[in-house]
Nanobody, 121 residues
Framework: QVQLVESGGGLVQAGGSLRLSCAAS????????MGWYRQAPGKQRELVAT???????YYGDSVKGRFLISRDNAKYTVFLQMSSLKPEDTAVYYC???????????????WGQGTQVTVSS
Protein backbone atom coordinates (compact mmCIF):
# COMPACT_ATOMS: atom_id res chain seq x y z
CA GLN A 1 0.00 0.00 0.00
CA VAL A 2 1.34 3.39 -0.99
CA GLN A 3 1.61 5.99 1.72
CA LEU A 4 2.59 9.62 1.42
CA VAL A 5 3.55 11.40 4.62
CA GLU A 6 3.97 15.17 4.72
CA SER A 7 6.03 17.07 7.25
CA GLY A 8 7.44 20.54 7.77
CA GLY A 9 4.31 22.61 8.15
CA GLY A 10 3.86 25.15 10.89
CA LEU A 11 3.41 28.78 11.77
CA VAL A 12 5.60 31.41 10.14
CA GLN A 13 5.53 35.17 9.79
CA ALA A 14 4.89 36.82 6.46
CA GLY A 15 8.09 37.00 4.45
CA GLY A 16 9.44 33.86 6.07
CA SER A 17 10.24 30.43 4.67
CA LEU A 18 9.25 26.83 5.23
CA ARG A 19 10.30 23.56 3.66
CA LEU A 20 7.76 20.81 3.26
CA SER A 21 8.74 17.18 2.75
CA CYS A 22 6.70 14.31 1.37
CA ALA A 23 8.05 10.85 2.07
CA ALA A 24 6.65 7.99 0.02
CA SER A 25 6.57 4.37 1.17
CA UNK A 26 7.59 3.18 -2.29
CA UNK A 27 9.96 4.31 -4.99
CA UNK A 28 8.71 7.54 -6.52
CA UNK A 29 9.85 6.33 -9.92
CA UNK A 30 6.49 4.56 -9.95
CA UNK A 31 4.77 7.87 -10.50
CA UNK A 32 4.76 9.96 -13.63
CA UNK A 33 4.13 13.06 -11.54
CA MET A 34 4.21 14.08 -7.90
CA GLY A 35 3.06 17.36 -6.53
CA TRP A 36 1.70 19.64 -3.90
CA TYR A 37 -1.80 21.00 -3.68
CA ARG A 38 -3.34 23.20 -1.02
CA GLN A 39 -6.76 23.96 0.33
CA ALA A 40 -7.74 26.92 2.44
CA PRO A 41 -10.99 27.00 4.46
CA GLY A 42 -13.96 27.63 2.21
CA LYS A 43 -11.89 27.42 -0.95
CA GLN A 44 -11.30 24.81 -3.60
CA ARG A 45 -8.18 22.72 -3.68
CA GLU A 46 -5.60 24.36 -5.90
CA LEU A 47 -2.37 23.38 -7.57
CA VAL A 48 0.81 24.57 -5.93
CA ALA A 49 3.50 22.71 -7.85
CA THR A 50 4.18 19.43 -9.60
CA UNK A 51 7.29 17.64 -10.76
CA UNK A 52 7.57 14.81 -13.24
CA UNK A 53 9.79 11.76 -13.10
CA UNK A 54 12.02 13.65 -15.53
CA UNK A 55 12.27 16.49 -12.99
CA UNK A 56 10.22 18.93 -15.05
CA UNK A 57 8.50 21.35 -12.63
CA TYR A 58 5.26 23.21 -13.00
CA TYR A 59 3.98 25.94 -10.69
CA GLY A 60 0.67 27.54 -9.97
CA ASP A 61 0.56 31.22 -10.86
CA SER A 62 0.23 32.34 -7.27
CA VAL A 63 3.52 30.76 -6.19
CA LYS A 64 5.76 31.24 -9.22
CA GLY A 65 9.07 32.75 -8.26
CA ARG A 66 8.55 32.05 -4.56
CA PHE A 67 8.24 28.26 -4.28
CA LEU A 68 10.59 25.56 -5.53
CA ILE A 69 9.70 21.88 -5.93
CA SER A 70 12.37 19.20 -6.01
CA ARG A 71 12.73 15.46 -5.54
CA ASP A 72 15.24 13.03 -4.11
CA ASN A 73 14.58 9.73 -5.82
CA ALA A 74 16.97 7.81 -3.59
CA LYS A 75 15.07 8.94 -0.49
CA TYR A 76 11.60 8.55 -2.05
CA THR A 77 10.95 12.16 -1.10
CA VAL A 78 9.59 15.29 -2.72
CA PHE A 79 10.24 18.74 -1.27
CA LEU A 80 8.56 22.10 -1.47
CA GLN A 81 10.72 25.06 -0.52
CA MET A 82 8.47 28.01 0.21
CA SER A 83 9.90 31.51 0.46
CA SER A 84 8.48 35.02 0.76
CA LEU A 85 5.39 33.53 2.34
CA LYS A 86 2.19 35.56 2.43
CA PRO A 87 -0.89 35.25 4.64
CA GLU A 88 -2.81 34.06 1.59
CA ASP A 89 -0.52 31.01 1.46
CA THR A 90 -2.22 29.77 4.63
CA ALA A 91 -3.78 26.39 3.88
CA VAL A 92 -3.49 22.67 4.37
CA TYR A 93 -0.84 21.43 1.97
CA TYR A 94 -1.29 17.98 0.47
CA CYS A 95 1.28 15.81 -1.24
CA UNK A 96 -0.02 13.70 -4.10
CA UNK A 97 1.24 11.21 -6.65
CA UNK A 98 -0.15 10.03 -9.95
CA UNK A 99 0.99 7.19 -12.18
CA UNK A 100 -0.32 8.84 -15.33
CA UNK A 101 0.36 12.50 -14.66
CA UNK A 102 -3.21 13.61 -15.18
CA UNK A 103 -3.97 17.32 -15.29
CA UNK A 104 -7.10 16.71 -13.20
CA UNK A 105 -6.11 16.43 -9.55
CA UNK A 106 -9.36 14.67 -8.73
CA UNK A 107 -8.11 11.59 -10.56
CA UNK A 108 -4.71 11.43 -8.90
CA UNK A 109 -3.93 8.06 -7.33
CA UNK A 110 -2.48 8.80 -3.92
CA TRP A 111 -2.75 11.57 -1.35
CA GLY A 112 -1.16 12.36 1.96
CA GLN A 113 -3.04 13.49 5.04
CA GLY A 114 -1.92 17.08 4.68
CA THR A 115 0.13 19.47 6.75
CA GLN A 116 -1.03 22.86 7.98
CA VAL A 117 0.84 25.97 6.95
CA THR A 118 -0.15 29.20 8.65
CA VAL A 119 1.36 32.53 7.69
CA SER A 120 0.77 35.39 10.08
CA SER A 121 0.74 39.01 8.98
Amino acid sequence: QVQLVESGGGLVQAGGSLRLSCAASVSIFRFNTMGWYRQAPGKQRELVATITSGRVPYYGDSVKGRFLISRDNAKYTVFLQMSSLKPEDTAVYYCAADRLGSTDWRTWDYWGQGTQVTVSS
